[in-house]
């Protein structure tokens, strides 16, 4: 099994799931070169990260990634309790972590892509921010009373660390959320997640 990334990116989180399953893998970095190179692009046209290779099966999409390695090792328990609705509410949670919040720091990353004049970057950049920081104070109130994002370890955890990384790297301090700060602090100290990081950037 391979995995595609590239530092910083939202693949941080399937590199996390990867070391909490116990799989065995192999990580591929990629630059911002690399990933629209010739020989990539014949992999995956989309031209995006993460991407894994599992024999002769590709995915593209963090969420579907993710699920795909929970389930392919169900003794991990990261698809939440063992009945339906456990797992509904992890893939309600991922996908919010996905279409919501995700995409609010888009504009943030790419002004001009939303708004092609230079001089109004300011503006889309506070908006979005501001929208960010909603998001943020929603899971924030969500979380009182748990150690995890659904309540027990799963599979939304990294994809919200990975938000919480990019929000603390854009200017939105996670120390001013009461709840959210206590789990970025959690996951920083996991071994799994540290030795993501520490794969992947060389340091955590």
Not at 38 to 49: D, F, I, M, S
Request: charged share 20%; net charge negative; aromatic share 12%.
């Amino acid at each position: 099994m391979k995995l595609y990334y590239l530092p910083g990116a939202c693949s941080l989180a399937g590199h996390i799931v990867l070391k909490w399953t116990g799989m065995d893998y192999t990580a591929v970095r990629l630059d911002r070169e690399t990933l629209k190179s010739r020989e990539y692009l014949a992999l995956n046209p989309n031209g995006t990260v993460p991407f894994l290779v599992d024999g002769d099966f590709t995915l593209t999409e963090n969420a579907a990634i993710m699920r795909y390695l929970a389930e392919s090792t169900p003794e991990a328990a990261l698809l939440g309790e063992h009945c339906r609705r456990g797992r509904a509410e992890v893939v309600r949670w991922v996908a919010f972590l996905n279409s919501d919040v995700h995409c609010a720091f888009k504009p943030i990353f790419s002004p001009t892509r939303y708004f092609p004049d230079e001089t109004m970057a300011k503006v889309v950049i506070a908006q979005a921010s501001g929208r960010v920081d909603s998001y943020l104070q929603y899971i924030d109130e969500h979380m009182q009373g748990k150690s995890w994002l659904t309540g027990t370890r799963s599979i939304a955890d990294p994809y919200l660390f990975v938000m919480l990384r990019w929000a603390e790297g854009t200017g939105t301090p996670v120390g001013q959320f009461k709840n959210l700060s206590g789990f970025f602090e959690r996951m920083y100290a996991d071994p799994g997640v540290q030795a993501a990081i520490l794969e992947e950037e060389g340091a955590v």
